[in-house]
């Protein structure tokens, strides 16, 4: 069973960073693509940021781009998204996902809150 789990979260004023990290077990972490996905309330939830399986070629949303970078550790099974200048507009639930045999992310975390105050 692939169990993902988020933490790192937190409320943190605008200008501000943390640094979220995702471990997951029961799948071979570096056979597959990771990626980074939020939820702001009332919204729907909306891509982040990936790293692929291979080449550890990143990619962003527009929104995030030069604020967030992804990265993953393959010895620790960990996925991280460190976010650097943050707005209260990146204020939602983040959630780490990583994808299946079918080349679709399958399996989700839980989640982790982000709040930036402004």
């Known amino acids: 069973q692939v169990q993902l789990v988020e933490s790192g979260g937190g409320l943190v004023q605008a200008g501000g960073s943390l640094r979220l990290s995702c471990v997951v077990s029961?799948?071979?972490?570096?056979?597959?693509?990771k990626g980074w996905f939020r939820q702001a309330p009332g919204k729907e939830r909306e891509f982040v940021a990936a790293i692929s399986r291979n080449s550890g070629r990143t990619y962003y949303a527009d929104s995030v781009k030069g604020r967030f970078a992804i990265s993953a550790d393959n010895a620790k099974n960990t996925v991280y998204l460190q976010m650097n200048s943050l707005k209260p507009e990146d204020t939602a639930v983040y959630y780490c996902a990583i994808e299946g045999v079918a080349g679709a992310y399958d399996s989700w975390g839980q989640g982790t809150q982000v709040t930036v105050s402004s």
């Open positions: 029961g799948r071979t972490f570096s056979a597959f693509d």
